[in-house]
Protein backbone atom coordinates (compact mmCIF):
# COMPACT_ATOMS: atom_id res chain seq x y z
CA UNK A 1 0.00 0.00 0.00
CA UNK A 2 0.78 3.93 0.28
CA UNK A 3 2.13 5.57 2.49
CA UNK A 4 1.32 9.42 2.38
CA UNK A 5 1.64 12.60 4.76
CA UNK A 6 -0.63 15.47 4.22
CA UNK A 7 -0.37 19.01 5.87
CA UNK A 8 -3.46 21.05 6.89
CA UNK A 9 -3.83 24.76 6.97
CA UNK A 10 -7.24 25.53 9.08
CA UNK A 11 -8.86 22.51 8.15
CA UNK A 12 -8.00 22.65 3.94
CA UNK A 13 -5.11 20.44 2.24
CA UNK A 14 -2.08 22.48 1.56
CA UNK A 15 0.00 19.65 0.22
CA UNK A 16 0.52 16.07 -0.11
CA UNK A 17 3.27 13.46 -0.53
CA UNK A 18 3.30 9.81 -0.88
CA UNK A 19 5.10 6.70 -1.20
CA UNK A 20 3.88 4.78 -3.59
CA UNK A 21 6.59 2.05 -3.68
CA UNK A 22 5.30 -1.12 -1.76
CA UNK A 23 7.21 -1.33 1.20
CA UNK A 24 8.64 -4.99 1.60
CA UNK A 25 10.14 -7.24 4.32
CA UNK A 26 9.41 -5.08 7.22
CA UNK A 27 11.71 -1.81 6.20
CA UNK A 28 10.79 1.44 7.05
CA UNK A 29 9.41 3.60 4.62
CA UNK A 30 10.36 7.41 4.60
CA UNK A 31 8.59 10.24 3.14
CA UNK A 32 10.82 13.10 2.39
CA UNK A 33 8.39 15.64 2.86
CA UNK A 34 8.87 19.51 3.00
CA UNK A 35 6.97 23.44 2.49
CA UNK A 36 7.13 26.91 3.79
CA UNK A 37 3.52 28.13 4.12
CA UNK A 38 2.38 31.66 5.81
CA UNK A 39 0.27 31.82 8.39
CA UNK A 40 -1.48 34.35 11.03
CA UNK A 41 -2.93 34.37 14.01
CA UNK A 42 -5.56 32.06 14.83
CA UNK A 43 -4.06 29.56 12.08
CA UNK A 44 -3.66 26.15 12.30
CA UNK A 45 -2.23 23.25 11.07
CA UNK A 46 -2.12 19.44 11.05
CA UNK A 47 -0.02 17.14 9.85
CA UNK A 48 -1.83 13.86 9.12
CA UNK A 49 0.19 10.36 8.16
CA UNK A 50 -1.76 7.73 6.50
CA UNK A 51 -1.51 3.92 5.02
CA UNK A 52 -3.46 2.02 2.94
CA UNK A 53 -1.61 -1.88 3.19
CA UNK A 54 -4.71 -2.69 5.67
CA UNK A 55 -2.41 -3.60 8.34
CA UNK A 56 -1.73 -1.99 11.58
CA UNK A 57 1.50 -0.12 11.48
CA UNK A 58 3.95 1.70 13.66
CA UNK A 59 5.91 4.97 13.33
CA UNK A 60 9.92 4.19 13.67
CA UNK A 61 11.63 5.59 16.48
CA UNK A 62 15.37 4.45 15.73
CA UNK A 63 17.90 7.00 13.61
CA UNK A 64 15.30 8.03 10.94
CA UNK A 65 12.57 8.73 13.67
CA UNK A 66 9.17 10.26 12.88
CA UNK A 67 9.96 13.85 13.11
CA UNK A 68 8.62 17.40 12.43
CA UNK A 69 10.27 20.85 12.62
CA UNK A 70 8.73 24.08 12.28
CA UNK A 71 10.38 27.66 12.24
CA UNK A 72 8.51 30.81 12.41
CA UNK A 73 9.68 33.03 9.95
CA UNK A 74 9.26 36.81 10.06
Given at each position: ?53 G ?20
Open positions: GIRQVIIRKNGSTLREAASLLPATGGNETVVPFNCIVSGTVGDYFTISAVQSSGALNTFTGTLSTAMEVAFVR
